[in-house]
């Protein structure tokens, strides 16, 4: 047994949308089996860890809703450790409205706010920018749960949140905090969860430049899998390589 617990992405890695990567799913099929801990890692903020473990379970995957960690509970997790019970004010979607009132903030209209939390808001408006950020203009901190510019869906690449809230960004000259992946940021919440050292854990994903950077950044060790996005021809081209690559997780079965 190379590694005793593992952090798992979700798109690319467990399931393309609503179809389901059978070798992934036997793969986590096998750590519930033999009670190796595992835990889903996700920067979709918009939805919530019920909604994920609920999805998960659907196609046969074990998981539990606290094996989800989403940018969303990872941002409620890092704003706790700053200032419990602070005052926030929100874009985005059911996911981070969840993970922020679970995590006893007050969510405010207001701007004057001790934070602008941002998720992907595909119901945002120009009110919603003005008051971010006359917020971050009056001294609020600016969070964002994940910076990625685009997102893959079946109508092709749209907008992500890096993009949505680089609007705010440019607006105030202030750079937000982010805390998805490949920040070490969302790696810490789920590694505290987890409960291992990080020399006996690996992350696994199929995203080098979200997945295997965060796991470079945090000091973990990498398993890259070819189901998603990056391509088995990338690589050689990669300057810092994952620990380890294969095809699909069926190939990492006789590790576990
Ligand atoms: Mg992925």
Known sequence: MKYKGYLIDLDGTMYRGSEPIKSARDFVKKLH????????????????????????NDMGVPA???????????????????NQGASCYLLGEKGLHEALEDGGFSITDDDNCDFVVMGIDRHITYEKYAKACLAI????????????????????????????SSVIAVSTGVEPIAVGKPEPVIMEAALSKLGLEKTDIAMIGDNYHTDIRAGINAGIDTIMVFTGVTRKEELPGLEKKPTHHVADLREWMAFI
């Open 33 to 56: 089996k033999n009670g190796t801990p595992y835990m889903f890692i996700t920067n979709n903020s918009s939805r919530s860890q019920k909604d994920i473990s609920q999805k998960l």
């Open 64 to 82: 539990t809703q606290e094996q989800v960690v989403t940018s969303s509970v990872a941002a409620a997790m890092y704003l706790k450790g700053l």
């Open 137 to 164: 203009r009056k001294g609020a901190a600016f969070i964002v749960t994940n910076s990625d510019t685009a997102i893959p869906t079946e109508r092709g690449l749209l907008p992500g949140n890096g993009a949505l």
